[in-house]
């Protein structure tokens, strides 16, 4: 009989050696259960190969091949990947629902000798799991939200924050994206779902009892959208704003942007885009930088002209409770540490807190 968990809390403490994922390598690239490996009874083109069967031919014809693929691969991976293994390990087995292709591996792990079981549900009992904490019911956790100006180091500081024992929530670095136009990174962004899986992994790992620290954003970081319960307390959130002077923020995009800022031909493309917002005037203005290579010119005047007018826009918007305001005057590693300690001991007494 399959496992069925009916919470998050109950499945990422499942206890067996290994997750095992045996879909098909692109429906694993979407998302997966966290820490799970890959090992595919079907691949992308036999699995659509057997679809095809299934619908156009019959459905017993789509079931004797895919036993035979499934049963040929499944031998592979007993040959190849599991060849290590001695008779103790338990793995845990999943699919899409928890029908034939995790039922036909188990099966067979479990002729061998090893104490394999299946998840009820598969990846899609996962998902309904994830969609229940994310969208259907308020978010557990009380967030505190670190605000302040584009430049005053809010990732970093969060970083630093996690360091002193507080409790952080990195939503750039679990979108993999900084939270602006300029902000992609090197690695492409998670898909929708694996982002979600690692919000609900990270947030799995916070105690709901202590405070979260978590940047100010909008609701969308590059193209992953915030789930509804964690924007919701995120838009009502406490915040704790920065106050960094201009000459000190610019230093410090053009130290943490240096990749993007050194990318002319990529700068010029994506500010272009900004024309209709800014004006050509403005927008040529920081084209004439970019091909001064004055990055310091550039990253100033991004946030005179651009950054800081949206901030004060969605700052006229909102109406959260503003915990403190502090002053921050540089952003090197001195003037971090210190911030750090100033938000460390305001975070610690928030109601409820436990001392750090």
């Not at 009916?6 to 499942?14: C, G, P, Q, S, V």
């Not at 994922?21 to 690239?29: K, M, N, Q, W």
């Not at 039922?103 to 229940?132: C, H, K, P, Q």
């Not at 900084?178 to 090197?186: D, I, N, Q, T």
Request: glycine content about 8%; proline content about 5%.
């Amino acid at each position: 009989m399959a496992l069925a968990f009916d919470n998050l809390t109950d499945l990422f403490a499942h206890g067996f050696d290994t997750v095992i994922d045996v879909r098909s390598p692109a429906e694993f690239a979407e998302d997966h259960l966290p820490g799970a490996i890959n090992l595919p009874v079907l691949n992308d083109a036999e699995r659509a190969e057997v679809g095809t069967i299934y619908k156009q031919q019959s459905p017993f014809l789509a079931r004797k091949l895919g036993a035979a693929l499934v049963f040929r691969n499944a031998a592979h991976h007993v040959e190849t990947a599991l060849r290590g293994y001695d008779g103790g390990w338990r793995p845990l087995v999943y699919c899409w629902r928890g029908g034939q292709r995790s039922g036909s591996f188990t099966w067979m792990l479990r002729e061998i000798g090893w104490r394999a079981e299946v998840i009820d549900g598969g990846y899609r009992g996962y998902r309904r799991l994830v969609n229940a904490a994310l969208y259907d019911v308020p978010l557990a956790h009380r967030l505190i939200a670190l605000d302040g100006y584009t430049g005053t180091a809010k990732t970093e500081l969060l970083q630093r924050l996690r360091g002193r024992g507080v409790q952080v929530l990195d939503l750039e670095g679990l979108a993999t994206h900084r939270g602006s136009l300029l902000g992609r990174m090197a690695r492409p962004q998670p898909s929708q779902k694996a982002f979600e899986t690692a919000l609900a992994r990270a947030l799995h790992g916070l105690d709901p009892s202590r405070p979260v620290v978590i940047e100010a954003e909008s609701s969308k970081i590059g193209e992953r959208i915030l789930p509804p319960s964690l924007w919701a307390a995120l838009r009502h959130a406490p915040r704790l704003t920065l106050s960094v002077p201009l000459a000190a923020r610019s230093a410090y995009l053009v130290r943490a942007y240096d990749d993007i800022l050194s990318d002319g031909a990529r700068m010029m493309e994506l500010l272009g885009l900004l024309r209709a917002f800014r004006g050509n005037a403005v927008v040529d203005g920081w084209f004439d930088l970019i091909r001064a290579g004055d990055k310091r010119g550039l990253t100033r005047a991004l946030m005179e002209q651009h950054y800081d007018p949206a901030y004060d826009k969605s700052r006229r918007r909102g109406s959260a409770l503003v915990l403190a305001e502090l002053e921050v005057e540089t952003l090197d590693d001195a003037g971090l540490d210190h911030a750090a300690a100033e938000i460390a001991v305001l975070v610690e007494a928030q109601p409820g807190a436990s001392p750090i």
